[in-house]
Nanobody
Protein backbone atom coordinates (compact mmCIF):
# COMPACT_ATOMS: atom_id res chain seq x y z
CA UNK A 1 0.00 0.00 0.00
CA UNK A 2 1.01 3.63 -0.33
CA UNK A 3 3.28 4.85 2.43
CA UNK A 4 4.74 8.30 2.94
CA UNK A 5 7.30 8.90 5.68
CA UNK A 6 8.50 12.41 6.49
CA UNK A 7 11.64 13.41 8.33
CA UNK A 8 13.84 16.43 8.85
CA UNK A 9 11.73 18.56 11.14
CA UNK A 10 13.14 20.19 14.23
CA UNK A 11 13.65 23.40 16.13
CA UNK A 12 15.51 26.34 14.63
CA UNK A 13 15.88 30.02 15.27
CA UNK A 14 14.36 32.62 12.99
CA UNK A 15 16.40 32.98 9.83
CA UNK A 16 17.53 29.38 9.93
CA UNK A 17 17.00 26.54 7.47
CA UNK A 18 15.67 23.02 7.44
CA UNK A 19 15.25 20.39 4.75
CA UNK A 20 12.31 18.06 4.98
CA UNK A 21 12.28 14.70 3.24
CA UNK A 22 9.44 12.36 2.37
CA UNK A 23 10.16 8.81 1.27
CA UNK A 24 7.38 7.17 -0.70
CA UNK A 25 6.67 3.52 -1.31
CA UNK A 26 3.95 1.24 -2.59
CA UNK A 27 3.36 2.85 -5.98
CA UNK A 28 5.11 4.16 -9.10
CA UNK A 29 6.54 7.36 -7.64
CA UNK A 30 7.10 9.21 -10.91
CA UNK A 31 3.48 8.84 -11.96
CA UNK A 32 1.97 11.14 -9.34
CA UNK A 33 2.25 14.72 -8.25
CA UNK A 34 3.21 15.44 -4.68
CA UNK A 35 2.79 18.27 -2.24
CA UNK A 36 3.81 19.69 1.10
CA UNK A 37 1.20 21.00 3.50
CA UNK A 38 1.30 22.40 7.00
CA UNK A 39 -1.04 22.78 9.91
CA UNK A 40 -0.51 25.00 12.91
CA UNK A 41 -2.48 24.51 16.14
CA UNK A 42 -5.99 25.86 15.77
CA UNK A 43 -5.62 26.47 12.06
CA UNK A 44 -6.67 24.64 8.94
CA UNK A 45 -4.24 22.63 6.89
CA UNK A 46 -2.78 24.74 4.10
CA UNK A 47 -0.83 24.03 0.96
CA UNK A 48 2.82 25.05 0.97
CA UNK A 49 4.22 23.74 -2.30
CA UNK A 50 3.34 21.24 -4.97
CA UNK A 51 5.19 19.45 -7.75
CA UNK A 52 3.54 17.75 -10.69
CA UNK A 53 4.57 14.43 -12.14
CA UNK A 54 6.43 16.28 -14.88
CA UNK A 55 8.31 18.45 -12.39
CA UNK A 56 6.46 21.74 -12.60
CA UNK A 57 6.08 23.48 -9.25
CA UNK A 58 3.70 25.78 -7.43
CA UNK A 59 4.15 27.67 -4.19
CA UNK A 60 1.94 29.41 -1.72
CA UNK A 61 2.57 33.15 -1.70
CA UNK A 62 3.80 33.08 1.87
CA UNK A 63 6.77 30.83 1.01
CA UNK A 64 7.77 32.09 -2.42
CA UNK A 65 11.47 32.81 -2.57
CA UNK A 66 12.11 31.01 0.72
CA UNK A 67 11.07 27.38 0.17
CA UNK A 68 11.96 25.02 -2.66
CA UNK A 69 10.19 21.77 -3.45
CA UNK A 70 11.98 19.06 -5.38
CA UNK A 71 11.74 15.36 -6.03
CA UNK A 72 14.19 12.61 -6.77
CA UNK A 73 12.42 9.91 -8.75
CA UNK A 74 15.38 7.56 -8.43
CA UNK A 75 15.10 7.70 -4.63
CA UNK A 76 11.30 7.96 -4.42
CA UNK A 77 11.87 11.01 -2.27
CA UNK A 78 10.26 14.43 -2.04
CA UNK A 79 12.10 17.35 -0.47
CA UNK A 80 11.24 20.75 0.90
CA UNK A 81 14.17 23.08 1.42
CA UNK A 82 13.10 25.81 3.82
CA UNK A 83 15.25 28.91 4.19
CA UNK A 84 14.75 32.16 6.09
CA UNK A 85 12.35 30.45 8.45
CA UNK A 86 10.10 32.65 10.56
CA UNK A 87 8.10 31.92 13.73
CA UNK A 88 4.91 31.91 11.66
CA UNK A 89 6.29 28.88 9.79
CA UNK A 90 5.92 26.82 12.97
CA UNK A 91 3.59 23.93 12.18
CA UNK A 92 3.31 20.24 11.53
CA UNK A 93 4.42 19.62 7.97
CA UNK A 94 2.92 16.84 5.89
CA UNK A 95 3.76 15.39 2.52
CA UNK A 96 0.98 14.04 0.36
CA UNK A 97 0.39 12.27 -2.92
CA UNK A 98 -2.21 13.26 -5.48
CA UNK A 99 -5.21 10.99 -5.57
CA UNK A 100 -4.95 10.55 -9.32
CA UNK A 101 -2.15 10.43 -11.87
CA UNK A 102 -3.01 13.69 -13.65
CA UNK A 103 -1.04 16.64 -14.94
CA UNK A 104 -0.66 19.92 -13.14
CA UNK A 105 -0.04 21.04 -9.60
CA UNK A 106 -2.41 21.76 -6.77
CA UNK A 107 -2.23 23.27 -3.30
CA UNK A 108 -5.74 22.08 -2.44
CA UNK A 109 -5.63 19.38 0.23
CA UNK A 110 -8.71 17.71 -1.25
CA UNK A 111 -6.71 16.85 -4.37
CA UNK A 112 -4.49 14.58 -2.30
CA UNK A 113 -5.53 11.15 -1.15
CA UNK A 114 -2.48 9.89 0.70
CA UNK A 115 -0.72 11.56 3.60
CA UNK A 116 2.31 11.02 5.74
CA UNK A 117 2.30 11.22 9.52
CA UNK A 118 3.90 14.66 9.61
CA UNK A 119 7.09 16.17 10.94
CA UNK A 120 7.13 19.06 13.39
CA UNK A 121 8.86 22.35 12.60
CA UNK A 122 9.34 24.90 15.37
CA UNK A 123 10.86 28.29 14.66
CA UNK A 124 11.76 30.50 17.60
CA UNK A 125 12.33 34.23 17.49
Amino acid sequence: QVQLVESGGGSVQAGGSLRLSCVASGYIYSSYGMGWFRQAPGKEREGVAGVSKDGSTRYADFVKGRFTISKDNAKNTLYLQMNSLQPEDTAMYYCARRSFSIWGTSLDPTAYGYWGQGTQVIVSS
